[in-house]
């Protein structure tokens, strides 16, 4: 069984993922928008990862005895100024979820359930590969600088394909 605070933490990151979702939709959908389809795919997938870690969370606490509740999600923005914002977002808020997810873990250990820090060592290492693998892309862009975007939005999703050990 969950404690009454671990369920409330838990149930605010259902929220945080589910909002990490939309704003990568929102982010895919402006790509789109701008011919950029590599950098939209890209994005597309990132959303629906997000919405993976939001069902991991759901699931994980009906499995513990709480109760999971569906959040009403604000509204992300709609339009970027470039490419190379949406990345520097993109890395920033990831840096917000690796300290969200941090803080349940410290709760965790906190209330000496086990079983939960077992659970959230997977989003430990989610984090770390998702917050190196846009400081890559990031590095990528400060190299090319604003030009170039054409080759960049052909390669980025092998970029993903080799951080996901595909060939
Ligand atoms: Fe689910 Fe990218 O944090």
């Known amino acids: 069984m969950i404690s009454k605070s671990l369920e409330e933490l838990m149930n605010e990151q259902v929220e ?7 704003l990568y939709l929102s982010m895919a959908s402006w790509a789109e928008n701008q011919g950029f389809e590599g950098i939209a795919d890209w ?16 699931r994980y606490i009906n499995e513990r005895g709480g109760k999971a509740i569906v959040p009403a999600l604000e509204k992300p923005e709609a339009d970027f100024p470039n490419v190379k914002f949406i990345f520097d977002e993109s890395l920033k808020h990831e840096k917000y979820i690796t300290g969200e997810i941090n803080n349940i873990f410290k709760a965790a250990v906190e209330e000496n359930d086990y079983a939960a820090q077992n659970w ?24 090319m600088g604003d030009h170039n975007m054409y080759i960049f939005d052909r390669d980025i999703m092998s970029m993903r394909g080799e951080e996901h050990g595909e060939q």
């Open 16 to 22: 945080k993922e589910a909002f990490s979702s939309n």
């Open 43 to 58: 994005f597309y997938a990132q959303a629906e990862e997000e919405r993976m870690h939001m069902l991991k969370f759901v």
């Open 120 to 143: 959230l060592q997977w989003f430990i290492a989610e984090q770390f590969e998702e917050e190196t693998s846009v400081q890559r892309i990031i590095d990528k862009l400060n190299i």
